[in-house]
């Protein structure tokens, strides 16, 4: 049974390139409707103006922060999605380069905690054989390892998020095995139940139904679920077997009332953060979440 503490923490908010690229004071006056909010800010694909890398600086990270704050805004994630088994070393080196950065300066944006997914042996993220190879494990390893390291440094937590199929961390045991290896406070995930489910179902044509569902969300939360420091929410259909999962939040089959129940037992104080948000429904899709939670303790 949650307890009160844990239901009235949980923190709905977005994913703030959702709604668009543009500059931040209208992102803030944006986004302001739903305040207080928390989100998650990826700055190459939110803003429309935003520094080269080798270019951020304390004093741009604070002035985002305090636009933000004037809106009653905050950053939960900042999103720096690299692709760290990049077959090119140099360009490896560089993505993992501009992560670093992000974690050097991510206090100053009064944030902690800076994600990325795995990626694949195409540079583009898209399947590669390869990609769950060994090799390529160990690859992402030491990508992993060097961003860890720096972020011990700063005081930073470095974000995975698992995604089934095509990239290197597509599993809960995968996601696990990598916690195992990098053995440090600083490495965090940031969990997708959707990103997990595979492409192809295994459950029968119409994907898990809400037991099944319930039992996956357990099966992350057991093995992983003192690591997951943010949640992404989205939803999903399979269609003879094969899923869509790029939908808005309660658009789909997703058990939402089953996933925000364990959360409010596990992680009461987290951020949910919705994804494929849209404009004219995010409203009331905030609404329904959150008379949703309401009815899980």
């Known amino acids: 049974m949650p307890s009160p503490y844990t239901l009235l923490m949980m923190q709905f908010g977005f994913r703030a390139h959702d709604f668009g690229r543009m500059p931040i004071e209208r992102l803030a006056r944006t986004l302001h409707v739903f305040a207080p909010v928390t989100i998650q800010l990826a700055l190459t694909k939110a803003l429309d103006a935003y520094p080269d890398a080798g270019q951020l600086s304390p004093g741009y990270a604070r002035r985002i922060r305090k636009v933000l704050e004037s809106h009653d805004i905050d950053i939960a994630v900042l999103g720096c999605y690299i692709n760290p088994v990049h077959p090119d070393d140099q360009l490896l080196d560089r993505a993992l380069a501009r992560f670093e950065e992000h974690l050097v300066f991510c206090a100053d944006f009064g944030c902690r905690l800076v994600g990325t997914e795995t990626g694949s042996c195409n540079p583009d993220g898209s399947f590669h054989p390869e990609t769950a190879s060994e090799k390529t494990f160990d690859r992402l390893t030491r990508s992993v390892e060097r961003l860890v390291r720096t972020a011990e440094k700063f005081g930073a937590l470095v974000g995975i998020e698992p995604v089934a199929d095509t990239h290197v961390i597509g599993s809960v045991a995968s996601m696990a095995r990598l916690l195992a290896r990098i053995d ?6 940031i969990h997708d139940p959707v990103n997990l489910l595979p492409s192809a179902s295994p459950f029968g044509p119409e994907g898990p139904d809400g037991n099944q569902q319930r039992s996956i969300f357990l099966e992350a939360f057991d093995a992983i679920g ?34 925000l129940s364990i959360i409010s ?6 951020d949910i953060l919705l994804e494929n948000t849209q404009m004219d429904t995010a409203a009331l899709t905030l609404g329904a979440l959150k008379r949703m939670a309401t009815l899980v303790q």
């Open 226 to 259: 003192e690591k997951i420091a943010a949640v992404h929410l989205k939803d999903f259909t399979y269609h003879e077997g094969i899923k869509s999962a790029a939908l808005p939040a309660l658009t789909g089959h997703m058990d939402v009332p089953a996933l």
């Open 184 to 189: 440090s406070p600083n490495l965090r995930v």
């Open 265 to 270: 037992e596990r992680k009461g104080g987290i």
